[in-house]
């Protein structure tokens, strides 16, 4: 958040406009909706899944596109090419949050980004070991606005944390990979059990935006959503009932990890504001880690017969 933060306000000042798509991570829009107003930055929230959302949103004093994709948690995607496009036009700068893609898995400066940022400690740490964050632009724009910004308010990582992720990226492809394609063959296995009303993962044909995930993505990600049928009672029971999946909100784990987003990562929302986001009760997000693909079904599997469809 250190590096979220960064990357918004040292461009900006009292008068400037924001326009974020609405699906962010809750402390992200925290920032937007709530730190940013308290220093005469006004703003927008959107349904960033539309580009004509963005066209519309834009004012004379538009600075700045926050944009995360995939979104955290239900896997929606922004066309960042298209964004960054509007975003030339009247010289704002595109961020993005590419958490969830990894930077393996999908390249925001190639394909017209201005800056992006991630929580290093998610895949790049890989095993829950310390905090940090990532800020990547081009040397102008880091010279101009983030270094002096960085040097007198201090957002720097101890080098001990800065060690470890720098070891944690010489194993990076390799964890990745795993972890992709295990998402692929729990999602799959999934979307074809009774108790589970929907699965949405990017790496699916029935994804709503496959055809942007082909263009801009090079895999489907390590994540899963899927919501249970019977809301939050058969949510918190499936996690419960798994033992080779553990329950943490953290995500890109080298271990499978499972959460309930409505009562961790978004529970700061409102009930509307997490419908808006297509967060139910039931919603539920899963982050596969490296072990046989075999045993993380079979440990769903067998937690899915103690929840009543």
């Known amino acids: 958040m250190a590096a979220v933060s960064a990357a918004i306000l040292c461009q900006l000042k009292a008068g400037d406009h924001i326009v974020a798509a ?56 922004v066309d960042i090419e298209g964004v960054a496009k509007i975003a030339n036009q009247i010289g704002a700068k595109v961020i993005v949050d590419n958490v969830f893609a990894t930077p393996l898995l999908q390249k925001p400066l190639e394909l017209g980004a201005h800056i992006v940022v991630y929580s290093a400690t998610k895949h790049i740490d890989g095993q829950g070991r310390c905090l940090g964050g990532v800020i990547l632009s081009d040397k102008e724009w ?27 990226i010489e194993t990076l492809p390799l964890r990745v990979r795993q972890q992709s394609e295990n ?3 729990v999602a799959d296995f999934l979307a074809e059990q009774n108790q589970v009303a929907k699965v949405i993962y990017p790496g699916r044909k029935d994804h709503p935006q496959a055809d942007i995930i ?62 808006e986001l297509g967060i139910s009760p039931g919603t539920v997000r899963f982050s596969a880690g490296i072990e046989d693909s075999e045993d993380l079904i079979e440990d769903f599997a067998r937690a899915l017969k103690s929840v009543q469809a």
């Open 22 to 77: 609405r699906a962010l991570f809750g402390s992200c829009r925290w920032v937007v909706e709530t730190l940013a107003p308290k220093y005469g930055i006004e703003f927008t929230l959107i349904d960033g899944r539309f580009l004509e959302n963005w066209e519309k949103a834009v004012k004379p004093n538009t600075k700045v596109f926050f944009l995360e994709s995939p979104t955290n948690p239900t896997l929606e995607v």
């Open 142 to 168: 880091i010279n101009e606005h983030l270094h002096d910004y960085f040097r007198h308010t201090g957002p720097a990582l101890s080098p001990f944390n800065a060690w470890t992720l720098l070891k944690g």
């Open 183 to 185: 998402a692929s063959r």
């Open 214 to 275: 082909a263009r801009q993505m090079k895999g489907g990600s390590t994540l899963v959503c899927f919501e249970m049928k019977g809301g939050k009672e058969a949510a918190f029971a499936l996690q419960n009932a798994l033992d080779v999946v553990l329950i943490s909100n953290n995500l890109g784990d080298s271990k499978s990890l499972i959460t309930h987003p409505a009562t961790t990562t978004h529970k700061n929302l409102s009930d509307e504001a997490r419908a």
